[in-house]
């Protein structure tokens, strides 16, 4: 089993109350209630800045060159299409894209991220930013008609199909590169943990 594999299967508990939420059934359903998915959104997109710079300390910490590529590439985007989906969602919803406050779960998740970029440490980046892609990447491939609702059908598109498994797949096999010779596996098994319970929170947090 893979290094990432076995981080995964550490979690599994966790990782699978949150692909299995409340919140990912009813976004497939189309039935989540818009002050939730408004909630969520807006919540979400508070990881931005914090997610584009991680992804820039992915760039400046990686160790080979054809992998720094590949990192560059993704942050043009997130910057891009994920940027302006969620404009153009908070104009369809009639909300800011200030929060009024930021969820805990939330706070926890640019917490664990800036704390990341600062040790400047590849593993442990790579480790905070599989969770956020991996995990998202495994409930938006669920089998199943896609929702008639335009929101919630872009953001499941935004998080499935080749290329966004193929980013995925990256990231697992730099971790699974990188990781066995670092002197921080412990502290990047304690990374990904806390993404992946973080993840779940965050699901909660929209119904609160």
Do not use: N
């Not at 409340?22 to 359903?29: G, K, T, Y």
């Not at 720094?68 to 985007?77: D, E, I, S, T």
Request: charged residues 25%; negative net charge.
């Amino acid at each position: 089993m893979s290094f990432s594999a076995e981080l995964r299967e550490s979690t599994l508990e966790t990782w699978e109350a949150a692909v299995g939420h409340r919140f990912v059934s009813e976004l497939w359903a189309g039935t989540v209630d818009r002050a939730v998915l408004a909630r969520y959104l807006v919540q979400d997109f508070q990881f931005c800045d914090a997610f584009l710079a991680l992804m820039g300390a992915a760039v400046a910490t990686c160790d080979d060159p054809a992998a720094r590529v590949v990192h560059a590439r993704q942050v043009g985007l997130v910057a891009g299409d994920e940027h302006e989906f969620f404009l153009t969602s908070f104009a369809a919803l009639g909300v800011s894209a200030e929060a009024p406050e930021l969820a805990e779960p939330t706070r926890g998740f640019v917490d664990l991220m800036d704390a990341a970029r600062a040790d400047a440490s590849y593993t442990e980046i790579l480790a905070v930013l599989l969770v956020a892609e991996w995990l998202y990447l495994d409930w938006a491939s669920r089998d199943g008609e896609l929702p008639a609702d335009p929101i919630a059908r872009e953001w499941i598109e935004l998080h499935r199909g080749p290329a966004f498994e193929a980013w995925v797949g990256f990231l697992r096999a730099e971790l699974d590169r990188a990781a066995p010779s670092s002197r921080h596996v412990v502290r990047v098994s304690r990374r990904f943990a806390r993404a992946v319970e973080l993840e779940l929170a965050f699901f909660e947090a929209a119904y609160t």
